[in-house]
């Protein structure tokens, strides 16, 4: 009984990204559970698989409950197939659906093993400098203003006090105005990468102070992948 | 101008772990930033370096002031050859030195080109099914005791408020001590990920609540990688 957590690349440039151990292992398998079938059979295609894509069977997690599982999705583990979990780029249950399935799949003893693959949050704090002893990734920010000030305020102590680099996400299109809003918010030598299109050919990776920032913008970031971290 | 962030093998298992092209990016260099030469040596032989080792260059990292960066490290980067960071174990920069020597190549406007390889958090985090929308890698707890415990209390509450996943570490000869520790002070309903060996023969990745885990103590830990993560 074993589930196989499967990254995907992130980037046009999958080559660059994924062992050939984990194609193999995905290759060998005829069961997953993906966030959506198409993307998925597209993917194992590409990746090089010559088997009949009908022998496969995809599992899709809902879209509007990822808490809702269905028993079948494990039937076959509990039968003695190896399954796959992939989600559609990056590492399942890291910013991204299927923890749920992971939690699930523990609660039935299933043997869990994670393959290697690219984070875009584990590229981006290793590239930034910043301190990776100590990091908290925050997903997205709220996005109510009075929450988002508390929440602004609230790092800028962690980063002031114990040094924790903070990580965090927002909607492509509204990349712009984060950093707008994260030069007025912070002191001027708090440093601040902006990490956007992690592993790809216009990949962009860049720590300034907010000083710095602010006399040298970044590139245009309007509904570009990217990832924000905060530090000393 | 480019700095490489190349991750090794956290396990005996190193094919499973690296892609290919991080292999050749490194074996195209001839200029390295690393905690211990010899390591590096050796691994990059391992991994079917064909090169003359004689025409590599090692800088070691300060074994006692990991902020003290030599320019010369830089020098070849600024001279138009390519270089690379690497640690003994993982990805450099994240829970293990080197944030400080990306820190200065982003001051001195080099490019820094993070590759793909294994890190125990990310992994370990993946395959526990906790909360990975929200997490925090504290490092090592407080050794003293009051200040351990309000580091248990802290953390106790972020999981019930906020359901962040924390991540921590200890020295490997503590483990067995943590475990007790924390069966001692934390709620039943919580749940503890033990995640040992990353990717190695013996990987043990187990997540039980509190509860669980005081009726099914885990595998002796004494002397072994571990990672632990708490949450819901």
């Not at 151990?21 to 698989?49: D, P, Q």
């Not at 299933?110 to 301190?131: E, H, Q």
Request: charged share 25%; hydrophobic share 40%; aromatic share 10%.
């Amino acid at each position: 009984m074993i589930l196989y957590i499967i990254p995907t690349p992130i980037s046009e440039d999958f080559e660059k990204t994924i062992p050939d151990y984990v194609i193999k292992i995905m290759h060998g398998l005829k069961f997953f559970i993906v966030e959506r079938a198409r993307t998925s059979r597209r993917y194992i295609r590409a990746s090089g698989y010559k088997g009949n894509m009908e022998d496969l069977t995809f599992f899709e997690l809902d879209k509007r409950d990822k808490n809702i599982i269905p028993k079948e999705f494990f039937k076959p583990a509990l039968d003695g197939n190896p399954i796959g979990l992939m989600s559609e780029a990056g590492m399942p249950g890291i910013a991204d659906p299927g923890a749920v399935v992971v939690a699930r799949a523990q609660e039935l003893e299933i043997k869990i093993v994670p393959l290697v693959g690219p984070s875009s949050i584990f590229l981006s704090l290793a590239a930034s400098g910043l301190n990776g002893q100590n990091f908290t990734f925050d997903g997205y920010l709220p996005v109510k203003t009075p929450e988002l000030k508390s929440k602004l305020l609230f790092i800028g102590k962690e980063i002031q006090n114990k040094g924790t680099t903070h990580i965090f996400i927002e909607t492509p299109y509204r990349n712009n105005r984060m950093v707008e809003l994260l030069l007025d918010s912070f002191k001027s030598d708090i440093k601040l990468c902006i990490a956007s299109e992690i592993t790809g050919i216009n990949e962009y990776i860049l720590t300034k102070t907010i000083g710095q920032w602010k006399k040298n913008k970044p590139i245009d970031l309007h509904k570009k992948t990217c990832i924000f971290l905060l530090g000393k």
